[in-house]
Every structure is written in C-alpha cells, then in structure tokens.
C-alpha cells in the first residue's frame, strides 16, 4: 500500500507539473502583449513597460517559465491586475463557496444514484428498470446549463417556491441551504445518471458473486443479502467516478454560478474575462485543476485501499 | 443489392427496432432536416430586427415568438442548429484525427514515447472542461476557433489513449509480426494492418460525443465566449433569454429546446449503435 501510495503520489505530482507547463504554454503562445491587454487599449507605452517588467515578461522564456513553475509549487500564482491582491488568497476566498456547491451536487447524485441503481438491478428487466435507464441517460446528455436555466425558470420564476439568485444571507445556514437546492440539482443530476447505471451494473455483476448466493444459501433475508452484503461491494467502482464526477461538476459549477448568480470560483473566473484579469483567470484555472488531480489522487489511494486488486495495475 | 450495402441495412433494422434507437433516428434527422433547410422551413430572416415585434408570445406567424430586437425565435433556432452541427462535425473530425495518429505514435512508438503521450494526456485531462475552455477562450478572443480549439483538446486525450490501448493489444499480433517479417515498413503496418482494426468502437465512441460537444459550443455561446453576435446560436438565444427569463420565458425555451433534443437524439442513437456493434464496450462504462 505505501509503495502504491508513493507511486500514486509521484504520478500525481508529474501530472500537475506537465499541467503547469501546457498552462505556461498557452499563456505564452498568444499573439499579444499580455501587459497590454491587462491595461487596455488607453495605457501609455511607459505604464506598460513598467508592467511588463513586474509580471517578469522582459526576461527569457525559460527564467519565465521557471519563475512560475517554482512560485506555483509555493502557491504563489502572482497578482489580479485591478487590485493587486494575491491572486491565491482571491480564489482561495471564493473556493469554499464553489465546494459547497458540489458537495450539494454529490448530495443529489448519491442520495437518488445509489438507491435507484440499486432498485434497477433487483428489478432488472421490468418496466421500472427501462425507465430509469432512459431517464439515466437523458440526465446525463442533457447539458448542466440547459438544466440550470429551466429549473430556475420553472422553481424559481414561474412556481416560485425556490430563490433564484444568491447564496443566502450569511450566517444564516438555513437559508443557505435553500439557496443551494436548485443550483446543486443543475450541478448534480447528470451524475445521478451515471451512479445509477454504474451501481446497477457492478450490483449485476456483485448478485452472482458466489459469496452472495452463499449467504442467500444459509437463508439470510433479501433485503439484508441485497443491501447488506452486494451493496457494499457494489458501490466500490462508485467512489473513483466520484473522483472524476467532482471535476466534471466543477465544470457544471461555472454555469451554475453564473445562472443563479451564486458567489464562487466559476463567478470570479467569468468576471476576470470580462474584466480581461489575466493572471486571476489562469491562476483560478490552475487552482481548480490540482484540486481536481488532487481529488483524483484521493479517490484512487480509497479505492487502493479498499481493493488491494487496484494497486498492481498502475 | 450488394453486400455491403445490405449489411448497411441489416444494422439500420437492427438500430430502428430498438425504441430508443428509432428515437434517436428521428430526432437526429430532425434536427439536421431543420438546420439545411432552414431557409425553407421558416419563412423570417434570423437576424431581421423588427422593433414593433419585439418580445412577442408565440403564434402561429412566430412559433416559438420573438426576442428582445423583434427577431423570429423559430427561424433563429433552425439556423442555430447550422453553426452547432458545423461545429460539432468539423471539430469532431479533427479530434479523430489528431486522437488517432498519437494513439498510434503512442502504441507503437517507444516505451518512452509512450509513457511520455500518457502523461501529456492526462494532464489536459485533468483541467476541468469548461475552465480550459475558459482560459483558452481569453487567450484566443472569443470565437468559433477557439471553441473548436477547445473541443479538439478535451477530445484528444480520450480518443488517443483508446487507439493506444488497442494497438498495444496488436502490435504483437501474428499478422502484425507477419507484415513486417514481409518488409513492411512502419507507415504501412499501422495504415493496413493495425487501423482498421482499431477504429471501428473509436467511431460509435466519436457519436456518442456529439452531444459534449454541442454542448460546449452552446454553453461558451451562452457565456457570450462564443459565436459572435447576432450570428444565431442556441446558447446566444439561451442568453438573451435568461436575460428576460422573469417576463419572456419563451425565449429560454426556444434556446434550451433544440438543445435538448439533439443531445438526446445523438445519446440515444450512440447508446443504440454501442449496444448493437460493440457490446464490449458497455462494460467499460
């Protein structure tokens, strides 16, 4: 387990440097003076020179390069161009907020996934199950802003029993949390779809386990064979799409925020576009993305741990 | 009939007697029949502005009403499906493209080179989509290369690691081995012998990813990171309708629908394709 862990753990940093350095590329690539689109088109030669020389760009791409790559490593991700803050503090401020909101989104997925998985693969074949199976691939195809903008529509405008914009007052946890329904349902109902076909299919697989049709041998009840003993092993391939499932809801979470004008770091990403705040925008996508390899890592060392099967295959 | 061509159409039975499958068909038909002859089928300009007709219900003159310069929703739609299709099947082709010869680079190449592409995949991979997109999309300036650009990057990873799973698999093949023994060079065993053999769930893989990439042009239109205006797209009208969503809900509609419909349609008839061609797959999730 620990050699898997390190070699886990040695994969993960390898992945987040390779992103730092197509990041870096990228940011280099562009046609322009990333100092003169910052300041805009009505800065003086001598406002941006000095800015050019702040942000490092008159030196050699490598020393560039370099700089960021070791001040990244630090969190040191530079400064916004409006106020000069450190642009890891700002997203930092924001994160929470955009966590919240996937973790009602995993609420969704997992609190309707499992159970309706669970019921197909018991049920499988009857009309119950064809149901769900065309609404778990609807859910999934549908896009998450498409979902947001009718849901906020139909709950929010037209029936009026939910608020359609913010996250509550603060402080206030309750409404909070009512704020967080809707825009966590637009972020988390594609990953109902998956769970549900994911849990029914290893439940599939699971029922016909020998270990099952022991216990079902020794005369143990259904219910406690069925949820007991094949739906902890069948959950287990659930817990690394979880992984995966989090970036894409981190994705989804843009949208969302924007939609219900919700605080977060989706919101702040979309505003430094349009304010053309460069180093916040590649400084927040960094950010999500090694708290993405970061949850990734994590879910594969549970799933190591729990399966010791995993560790020989990296 | 020829032999082929009644093999097409053993599968296109197979494909229509599954209900879902027939779903998606006529969804798909659909929606590409409303986007070619859009200038047929409705009968107002797209971009016409017509003040007096601003924010109008829908009716019979206006099918899905009009928006907040007057413009027909309906019209706007059918010609929004034009940009969303272009985009998605030039796009679509080029992640192949590219997706196949790395995989092929990356399964045949050195172990080096492998591991080297595995890496490089998975770290484009591990930006979540729509902040790539994002980034890409301020450092380009807004527009339809640069969403392209954007879908070509998320869909590479997938369709290169795919393509050099399957030709790890066969690059010791007895065939293989065979070819080469015969003096066939590097270009023409992957070309003859290993391609043919590994693109087959690659393309049912390609249609079930349509609908992602609808959804990426439509999503950055929506974010106004897009298509430019008033070009017509579903996420433009998406916009304006959120913008008038208290008042003017039909102009969300008209935006969200086709949407809708099309990525279902594609999902459907993917799902349909994957489980008649290539029940392997399924097992993979």
């Keep these: ?314 | 009939m020829s032999e082929a061509a009644s093999r097409a159409y053993g599968s296109l039975r197979r494909i229509l007697a599954e209900p879902l499958g027939m779903l998606g068909v006529v969804l798909v038909l659909l929606m590409i029949g409303g986007a070619v002859f859009a200038d047929l089928l409705a009968a107002a300009e797209p971009n016409k502005i017509s003040p007096r007709d601003r924010f109008l219900g829908p009716s019979l003159t206006h099918l899905l009403g009009t928006d907040q310069l007057g413009r027909d929703l309906f019209s706007r739609a059918l010609h929004g499906g034009r940009i969303a299709l272009s985009v998605a099947l030039i796009s679509t082709a080029a992640s192949l493209a590219i997706g196949v010869v790395l995989g092929l680079i990356a399964g045949y190449g050195p172990r080096w080179l492998d591991n080297l592409m595995i890496l490089l995949f998975d770290a484009i991979k591990s930006f979540p989509t729509v902040m790539l997109a994002l980034a890409l999309v301020t450092l380009f300036g807004p527009s339809l290369t640069a969403v392209m650009v954007v879908v070509v990057l998320v869909n590479v990873p997938g369709y290169g690691r795919i393509i050099r799973t399957q030709t790890l698999a066969l690059k010791s093949a007895q065939f293989v081995t065979a070819a080469q023994s015969m003096g066939a060079g590097t270009v023409r065993v992957l070309r003859v012998h290993i391609l043919p053999n590994v693109i087959g769930p690659l393309l049912i893989l390609a249609s079930m990813d349509i609908p992602v990439v609808v959804a990426i042009e439509a999503g950055l239109s929506f974010l106004g990171l897009g298509v430019r205006p008033p070009t017509p797209s579903w996420g433009a009208i998406l916009n304006d309708g959120f913008t008038a969503i208290r008042d003017t809900p039909w102009i969300a509609i008209a935006g969200g629908l086709p949407i809708i419909l099309i990525t279902l349609g594609f999902t459907f008839l993917g799902e349909t394709l994957r489980d008649v061609f290539d029940p392997r797959l399924k097992r993979q999730g």
């Design chain 1, 1 to 314: 387990m620990l050699y898997y862990s390190l070699k886990r753990l040695g994969l993960a940093v390898a992945i987040v440097s390779v992103a730092m350095l197509l990041l870096f590329t990228m940011i280099y690539l562009i046609p322009g003076d990333p100092a003169a689109v910052a300041l805009g088109p009505r800065a003086t030669e001598a406002m941006r020179e000095a800015l050019r020389i702040k942000m490092g760009l008159d030196q050699p791409v490598w020393i560039q390069f370099w700089n960021f790559f070791v001040n990244a490593w630090q969190g040191d991700l530079g400064n916004e161009v409006l106020s000069d803050r450190p642009v890891a503090k700002v997203v930092m401020e924001q994160l929470p907020a955009t966590l919240a909101l996937i973790a009602g989104g995993m609420v969704w997925s997992v609190a309707l996934g499992i159970p309706l998985g669970c019921w197909t693969a018991v049920k499988r074949g009857g009309m119950a199950d064809r149901i769900v199976g065309v609404f778990s691939v609807a859910v999934i195809a549908v896009p998450s802003f498409v979902v947001a903008i009718y849901a906020l529509l139909i709950f929010a405008v037209t029936l009026r029993w939910l608020p359609a914009i913010g996250a509550g007052e603060p402080g206030d946890l309750g409404d909070q949390l009512v704020h967080l329904i809707l825009p966590s349902l637009a972020v988390g109902i594609g990953w109902v779809g998956y769970i549900a076909r994911l849990v029914r299919a290893s439940m599939l697989e699971v029922l016909e386990a020998s270990h099952i049709r022991t216990a079902r041998a020794f005369g143990l009840p259904d219910r406690q064979v069925t949820y007991r003993y094949a739906l902890t092993i069948a959950i287990l391939p659930t817990v690394t799409l979880l992984g995966v499932g989090i970036g894409q809801m981190l994705s989804s979470a843009v949208f969302a925020e924007i939609v219900f004008a919700r605080p977060g770091v989706g919101k702040l990403v979309y505003d430094a576009i349009l304010t053309r705040n460069y180093p916040l925008v590649t400084g927040a996508v960094l950010v999500t993305t090694v708290l993405f390899i970061l949850i990734n890592l994590i879910a594969d060392l549970v799933v190591g741990y729990l399966d010791p099967r995993v560790r020989s295959r990296l």
